[in-house]
Each structure stands twice: as structure tokens, then as C-alpha cells.
């Protein structure tokens, strides 16, 4: 068994994928080209086996693991990308995949406060527009400073809603049924995306539980899943005791890379948006770290 193979389950996800310039998305993070993406699944595909989500609650729930080294992949957000650069590589190449929606977004009926920022940058380096607040300043917004960014984004005559409706970053209602039909799975990423350690336990509750009802309801689904927006760095126990225990949720996700957590039914996964070189390298520091942290004893997440 390769180094690669030492985990039986990995949980690799992505964002966006795009030869596109994408300005809501390029000041927050590097775009993963198509290219790029093919390699990593060649990557993928090479040293695990695609698993659907059927199989994997089956693992969590006796207990096992796969008989080959597996992987689960999911993308955040629910961006147009997803519907129509990512979702027709996965079909071709055979793999199933879940896509975790924000509810308030889906439709381009708002957006994430991040890429408002992200065009707010942007407006900044093609109009030359002296403003107070420096590149850094502003990344360092957060979800409570959505009035501050809509106060600089008027300084720059920039429309958040034009922005919307002309370039629609966001899946439909439509599409996302379109890719349900086709065998991909969907959960709640929140409704609005805030980071939940900057929020309520009230509010944690209540954005867990209207953004997966709110996808249960419209695909008519038969299963609960949940992914963390940003992280669930910061999440108490009371919070994995209640969504589990009232059904709001069955599996929930968070991106602390390949470690395991203490609470079974919150898997921790992998964020390819950072490897922007080689997989190969990008895998093995990943799989170093997990390894060092098995030996010391720190590879569960309480």
C-alpha cells in the first residue's frame, strides 16, 4: 500500500472550477484551472476509488471501511461552475459527488459577503479609486461588516445586484435539479455563509436547519447532510448533539484536511483549492502531517 493509500477514506473538495477571470472568487483564493482539475482527479482516480454517498453513511453508520482505498468528493457554495464545467467532468468520468448549497444564494438572490468583497478589490485596481481601506483591511472583513462593505461598494458605484443578474455566480433551482436527476447529491451550506464561531449557537442552529430543509424540500430528498461554511473550528458538542440527535442533519462536513474527529458523523475533508502545484506533493504533506499527528497521538479532533 502507497503512502497515498494509508487513509481507507479521503474527503477531498473544491470550490470553483474555470479558465474564466471570475472576479467575486480570484482576490480571495487561486481559481483551479480545468487542466489543473483533470490532473487532480487523474491523481484521485489512480490511488482511490470513487464512493457515492450511499456507500459511505453505510461505512459511518456499521462502523467499516471499504475493502479499496476511497474517496467522497463535495464543492461548496453551489456556484454556476458546478453546473457547467465540474459536474459534466464528473459524469464522464464516472463520479458522484455532493454539492453543499448556501439557500439565500441559490438564484442569484444575494451574495456571499466574501465576494462582494472580492469585487470591491477589483473595482479598486481597474478604476485606480483611492479608498481608506487597504487589500489586506479589506480581506479581514467579516460577516458582521455587511454594512461597511456595502458603504464601499457605493463609494465605487459598484451594484451587487447587477453584478447578479448579469453575470449569475450562482446555480438555479433549475440546474441544481437538472444535476440531482443525473445521480449528484445536495446538502446545506448554510444560508448565508457566515462563520460559525462568530455567530449565536440559536443562529448556528437555525442556518443548519433552514438550509438543509430548504434542499430537502425542493429536491425531495431522502437524506440529511450539512457542510460547515468556512469551518466548524469553534463548534461546541451541544450544537453535533442536537442536529443529530432532532434529525436536522445526518452527516455534517467540516475542512480540517485528512484527520478524524471525535464526534463520527462530522468528516473532515480535504481543501483543494490550496494545492496549486503538484497533487502528488500536495497529498504528501497532507498524508506527513496525519502520520506525525497518529504517532503523537493528536489525529482526533475533539
Known amino acids: 500500500m502507497s503512502l497515498f493509500q494509508h487513509r481507507k477514506i479521503i474527503f477531498p473538495f473544491y470550490h470553483i472550477v474555470s479558465d474564466e477571470d ?11 484551472r480545468i487542466k489543473q482539475f483533470e490532473k487532480e482527479l487523474n491523481f484521485l482516480q489512480k ?11 453505510e461505512h459511518i453508520s456499521n462502523q467499516t471501511q471499504p475493502e479499496k482505498p476511497s474517496f467522497f468528493l463535495s464543492l461548496d457554495d453551489g456556484l454556476r ?5 465540474i459536474a459534466p467532468i464528473l459524469k464522464q468520468r464516472k463520479i458522484p459527488a455532493a454539492f453543499f448549497l448556501n439557500t439565500g444564494f441559490v438564484g442569484n438572490k444575494d451574495l456571499f459577503y466574501r465576494y462582494k468583497v472580492s469585487l470591491i478589490i477589483d473595482a479598486m485596481r481597474i478604476s485606480k479609486f483611492e479608498i481608506r481601506n487597504s487589500r489586506l483591511d479589506l480581506l479581514k472583513l467579516t460577516y458582521n461588516d455587511s ?9 465605487l458605484n459598484l451594484d451587487f445586484n447587477e453584478f447578479l443578474q448579469k453575470e449569475k455566480p450562482y ?23 457566515p462563520y460559525f464561531n462568530q455567530i449565536s449557537f440559536e443562529e448556528q442552529i437555525r442556518q443548519t436547519k433552514t438550509s438543509v430543509e430548504k434542499v430537502v424540500e425542493k429536491l425531495n430528498l431522502d437524506y440529511r447532510i450539512f457542510s460547515f461554511p468556512f469551518s466548524d473550528l469553534g463548534v461546541e458538542k451541544k450544537f453535533f448533539e442536537k442536529v443529530y440527535f432532532e434529525n436536522i442533519c445526518g452527516l455534517t462536513f467540516g475542512t480540517a484536511g485528512i484527520k478524524n474527529d471525535e464526534m463520527k458523523c462530522n468528516i473532515q475533508r480535504l481543501p483543494m483549492d490550496f494545492c496549486t502545484g503538484s497533487i502528488g506533493k500536495f497529498f504528501l504533506q497532507h498524508y506527513t502531517k496525519y502520520i506525525i499527528n497518529k504517532i503523537l497521538n493528536r489525529k482526533v479532533i475533539h
Open 47 to 57: 490511488h482511490y476509488r470513487p464512493i457515492g454517498l450511499e456507500e459511505l453513511t
Open 22 to 32: 471570475c472576479p467575486h472568487v480570484k482576490h480571495l483564493y487561486k481559481i483551479k
Open 81 to 85: 461552475e458546478c453546473f457547467t464545467v
Open 171 to 193: 446555480m438555479s433551482w433549475d440546474e441544481i435539479e437538472e444535476l440531482k436527476n443525473l445521480g449528484f447529491y445536495f446538502g446545506g451550506h448554510s444560508v448565508d455563509h
Open 147 to 155: 454594512g461597511k462593505i456595502d458603504e464601499l461598494a457605493n463609494e
